[in-house]
């Protein structure tokens, strides 16, 4: 068996200039834990929902991560 066998061939992927909150949309609506992130035809990086998630808390409030703890 081979890796072609068994994976997704209708890949959703998203541009770098995505903003988070349509990123969210995106996987939450496909219930995906990661996304790639793909510009001009090269893959340069994955999200994860955990990573927006983090993203978005930080944003959530003026304190620092020190701070909050």
């Given amino acids: 068996m ?3 066998d068994i994976m997704t061939t209708n890949v959703v992927i ?5 903003s988070i909150a349509d990123a969210k949309r995106i996987m939450t609506a496909h ?3 990661r996304l790639p992130i ?7 990086g ?3 929902s955990h990573g927006l ?9 003026s ?4 701070e909050l703890g």
Avoid at 53 to 61: D, I, N, V, W
Wanted: aromatic residues 8%; glycine residues 2%; hydrophobic residues 40%.
């Fill in 53 to 61: 998630e983090q993203m978005s808390s930080l944003k959530a409030t």
């Fill in 38 to 44: 793909v510009d001009k035809g090269k893959l340069v």
């Fill in 2 to 4: 081979y890796i072609r």
């Fill in 46 to 48: 994955i999200v994860t």
């Fill in 63 to 66: 304190l620092t991560v020190w």
């Fill in 14 to 18: 998203i541009p770098s200039n995505t």
């Fill in 31 to 33: 219930k995906f834990e």
